[in-house]
Structure formats: C-alpha cells, structure tokens
C-alpha cells in the first residue's frame, strides 16, 4: 500500500501536535514505536501547513474552522 498524503486535524486554538505517522505504522515491523510519532506545531493564525516525518512520509496539517468574530 502506498500513502499519497496524511491529513492531521487540529482544533482552533491548538498549536502543537504529537500524531502517528500511518505510512510508518503500516511498516512498522521494522520501526520501533516512538519513531512512528510525529511532532509539529503550526501557528495560530495558520490554516494549514505541511510537513515531513523522518522517513519521507507528506503531511498536511489543517486547522477546523474557527469560530466567527462577533458583529458589533
């Protein structure tokens, strides 16, 4: 099986991550556990943002819709 590209989710206001990378939980009969987790931030005014896990697996990081300013 390949991966094309991994989406992670985060929350309106969150900036950091820990997420599995799920290419390399596929493979992991040869990885040890902790190097399928990958770290990230993305800053708080981003929606989105990519990365890369230590094997070369993409990811993109969506943020969910934020909530609407209120009208004065």
Do not use: K, N
């Not at 099986?1 to 939980?25: D, I, K, N, Y």
């Not at 931030?41 to 070369?56: E, I, K, N």
Request: hydrophobic share 40%; with cysteine; glycine share 6%.
């Amino acid at each position: 099986m390949t991966w094309e590209r991994q989406h992670v989710w985060l929350g309106p206001e969150t900036t950091s991550f820990e997420e599995p990378c799920e290419a390399c939980l596929f493979a992991r009969d040869s990885l040890a556990a902790e190097t399928c987790v990958i770290h990230g931030t993305l800053r708080r005014d981003a929606d989105v943002g990519f990365m890369t896990c230590r094997r070369g697996h993409r990811i993109v990081v969506h943020r969910i819709a934020r909530p609407l300013a209120r009208a004065l």
